[in-house]
């Protein structure tokens, strides 16, 4: 079996580099059994009844052609996609998870996550909680995409603007921790994007795994029959 894991594209253009070359690397892909995203595929989305943005109308339709050959979806809220919509779990037919959820994958016990609850701060924890709270989830009802996309673009370069040169710090510590903490679900590797930083360790017997990001190190992970390893595009 083969299954592919990304995360942190951020994706805005169909026309800038990081997109066009993750649709590459889905369209290269021959017998894809599963597709693992870890949130923050998109630089925004919050999921309309009836309405997609735009500017995704490339990648939904690989997702879409994708589905259609037999390779089953998995994706994980991020930070920056979240209240998927039912796009993406009517028509693709995705298992949307919103924070974690033990996968049984290829004969691994799987704990897959975007990675921004493996040590949060209070302020984020309160962030997070507004933008999937009801009262969002009532503005997709009532106030056109346009302003939305505009505004959630806005804060993503906001964010940027506050988040010092070195963020993407090695984040191996707070991973073990997380991991440890996890004993009872029982899983043997864990996976998470969000930290824009490739970590690949194993600790207490169990695999521990930071994808890195898309964005800008195009970096990936690879299963086949069981057997995980980080991946750069190009190979």
């Not at 990081?18 to 599963?34: F, I």
């Not at 690989?62 to 089953?72: E, F």
């Not at 010092?164 to 710090?169: D, L, V």
């Not at 898309?214 to 029959?225: F, G, K, L, N």
Request: net charge negative; charged share 25%.
């Amino acid at each position: 079996m083969k299954a592919i894991f990304l995360s942190d594209a951020h994706l805005r253009d169909a026309q800038d580099e990081n997109y066009r070359q993750l649709l590459e690397l889905l369209k290269d892909q021959q017998d894809l059994d599963a597709l693992f995203l870890l949130g923050d595929i998109f630089e925004f989305w919050l999921g309309y009844r009836h309405l997609v943005f735009s500017a995704y109308v490339p990648l939904l339709e690989q997702l879409q052609r994708l589905a259609d050959g037999g390779t089953r979806l998995f994706f994980v809220e991020g930070n920056h996609d979240f209240s998927l919509g039912p796009y993406f779990s009517d028509i693709l037919g995705c298992n949307i998870i919103t924070e974690q959820e033990l996968i049984q994958w290829d004969s691994r016990n799987i704990l897959i996550c975007h990675g921004d609850l493996v040590n949060p701060t209070t302020a984020y924890l309160r962030l997070r909680k507004f933008w999937r709270s009801r009262l969002i989830r009532v503005m997709t009802r009532i106030i056109h995409p346009d302003p939305v996309w505009k505004l959630g673009l806005w804060l993503s370069e906001k964010s940027q603007q506050r988040r010092p040169a070195n963020k993407k710090h090695d984040p191996t510590l707070w991973l073990k921790n997380f991991a440890t903490n996890r004993v009872a679900d029982n899983c043997d590797l864990v996976i998470c994007g969000h930290f824009h930083f490739p970590v690949f360790l194993e600790e207490h017997d169990r695999q521990i795994i930071a994808l890195g990001d898309w964005q800008t190190r195009r970096c990936y992970a690879e299963m086949v029959d069981g057997q995980i390893a980080l991946k750069t595009y190009p190979g």
